[in-house]
């Protein structure tokens, strides 16, 4: 498999990604491995990745060694993917696979794990290209396009603008004011920030990803709410939060994001035991996870999230049910719940039961780890 190999691969993910309404594809097994099916294409089209293609680097024996464990990890995903998917298809026209090669659900651990050994030794060859004197270090970096790092590094002085379009993981430790300056172009953003401190990503105008991570200390958890103050801008495609500790009432903020496709809420995003979206909506908004959040109480309507294809909810354990309103999505094709009450798993069934009704057998619900009656009596009286 040459890069054209891997550009047919990306090709074939984006039909299963997309369905594209093609009947062979458009099974419940296929759609629940459709995040699988991204993240592949993601780091199929990294762009760090993509460098190991270009003309300049042909030649140099440590870039071809990584282009061929590259490529050879790729034509690994490709044989499990094609594998998955005959699978699939052979089940659903009633028979039963023959060969234990064929598995039921997508299994892709080994191809993460070679592609991340890739992007690792990548990552350190392009820093030892760019170990030089004070003299020359900053003319050699400004036209550098994508950082990425495995854990979270502060950003050394850099008195020149630079073109970088993506930068994973750095510490804001001195806010964002200086951070432009230097990245005016950031257009992928993974970040740790601080409790307490005002973090203007408006500024950054042609940022469409951005991961934020806030750092906090016992003292902040016990104290309540944080004082974080947040914005970012309209050009945001992907956002994910992490311990910003920010009131529901707070969403209205994300709520006005008019090309918002992707939310993501980890632990601490948002702290309170109501979410109500009074009747605003999400009106780009496709995929929308809740993780680890004391959400109790979830008041929505199916206009708040016109265009919502999947909902997954993981292990939010005080949450009482899914609101039913939002089964009322036409664009609704998954729910997965994980880890929650049984309670949530009972709603998302109902939800399915009334689309059924109405002749919709779109909706797809996946649901694990249902955490027993007892458990939550038990929690209750602690």
Same mark, same amino acid.
């Given at each position: 498999?040459?890069?054209?190999?891997v550009?047919?691969l990306?090709e074939k993910?984006k039909? /299963?990604?997309?369905r594209?309404?093609?009947?062979?594809?458009?099974?419940?097994?296929?759609?629940?491995?459709? @995040?699988?099916?991204?993240?592949?294409?993601?780091e199929?089209?990294?762009?760090?990745?993509?460098?190991?293609?270009? #003309?300049?680097?042909?030649?140099l024996?440590r870039?071809? #060694?990584?282009?061929?464990?590259?490529?050879?990890?790729?034509e690994?995903a490709?044989?499990i993917?094609d594998?998955?998917?005959? $699978?699939?298809?052979?089940?659903?026209?009633?028979h039963? @696979?023959?060969s234990?090669?064929?598995? *039921?659900?997508?299994?892709?651990?080994?191809?993460?794990s070679?592609?991340?050994?890739?992007?690792v030794? /990548?990552?350190?060859?392009?820093?030892?290209?760019?170990?030089?004197?004070?003299?020359r270090?900053?003319?050699?970096?400004?036209n550098?396009?994508?950082l990425?790092?495995?854990r979270?590094?502060?950003?050394?002085?850099?008195e020149?603008p630079?073109?970088?379009? !993506?930068? *994973?993981?750095?510490e804001?430790?001195d806010?964002?004011?200086?951070?432009?300056? &230097?990245f @005016?172009?950031?257009?992928e953003?993974?970040?740790? !920030?601080?409790?307490?401190?005002?973090?203007?990503f408006k500024? %950054?105008?042609?940022?469409?990803?951005?991961?934020?991570s806030?750092?906090s200390?016992?003292h902040?958890? %016990?104290? $309540?709410?944080?004082?974080n103050?947040? !914005?970012?801008?309209?050009t945001?495609k992907t956002?994910?939060?992490?311990?910003?500790?920010l009131?529901?009432?707070?969403?209205?903020i994300?709520q *006005?994001?008019?090309?918002?496709q992707v939310?993501?809420l980890q632990?601490?995003?948002?702290?309170? *035991?109501c979410?109500?979206t009074?009747?605003? +909506?999400?009106?780009?908004?496709?995929?929308?996870? %809740?993780?680890?959040?004391?959400i109790?109480?979830?008041?929505?309507?199916?206009?708040?999230? @016109?265009? %919502?294809?999947?909902?997954?909810i993981?292990? &939010?354990?005080?949450?009482?049910?899914?609101?039913?309103?939002?089964? +009322?999505?036409p664009?609704?094709?998954l729910?997965?719940? !994980?880890?929650c009450?049984?309670?949530?798993g009972?709603?998302?069934?109902?939800i399915?039961?009334?689309?059924?009704?109405?002749?919709?057998?779109?909706?797809k619900i996946?649901i694990? +780890?249902?955490l027993?009656?007892?458990l939550?009596?038990?929690?209750?009286?602690?």
């Open positions: 498999m040459a890069y054209a190999g550009q047919m990306m993910l039909q /299963l990604i997309n594209n309404h093609i009947p062979s594809i458009n099974y419940p097994s296929i759609i629940y491995e459709r @995040p699988q099916f991204q993240h592949l294409y993601d199929l089209d990294n762009p760090m990745i993509q460098t190991l293609f270009i #003309d300049q680097h042909q030649g024996e870039v071809n #060694d990584l282009k061929k464990r590259f490529i050879y990890a790729a690994e490709q044989y993917v594998l998955f998917v005959s $699978g699939v298809h052979i089940r659903n026209m009633g039963f @696979p023959t234990e090669d064929f598995k *039921s659900s997508l299994n892709l651990d080994h191809v993460w070679s592609f991340e050994s890739v992007k030794e /990548l990552m350190s060859m392009n820093i030892d290209n760019i170990k030089m004197d004070s003299s270090r900053t003319p050699d970096l400004v550098l396009r994508h990425r790092i495995l979270p590094f502060f950003l050394p002085s850099i020149n630079m073109n970088l379009q !993506t930068i *994973s993981s750095v804001l430790s806010g964002l004011d200086k951070f432009q300056k &230097c @005016p172009y950031i257009k953003l993974k970040c740790e !920030t601080y409790e307490d401190e005002e973090y203007d500024s %950054l105008t042609y940022l469409e990803k951005l991961d934020v806030v750092k200390t016992m902040d958890v %016990l104290k $309540g709410y944080g004082k103050q947040i !914005t970012f801008p309209a945001l956002l994910t939060l992490k311990g910003c500790r009131p529901w009432s707070d969403m209205s994300i *006005s994001l008019p090309n918002l939310l993501e632990a601490m995003a948002f702290e309170g *035991s979410w109500n009074d009747g605003q +909506e999400f009106p780009q908004l496709k995929f929308l996870r %809740l993780w680890g959040l004391d109790k109480h979830w008041e929505a309507y199916g206009t708040s999230f @016109p265009c %919502l294809r999947q909902l997954e993981i292990y &939010c354990a005080d949450l009482e049910e899914i609101p039913l309103e939002i089964g +009322e999505i664009t609704f094709e729910i997965q719940i !994980t880890g009450r049984h309670t949530v009972d709603s998302v069934r109902r399915q039961e009334e689309q059924n009704d109405f002749g919709n057998y779109d909706l996946h694990s +780890e249902e027993p009656a007892s939550i009596e038990r929690l209750k009286n602690q």
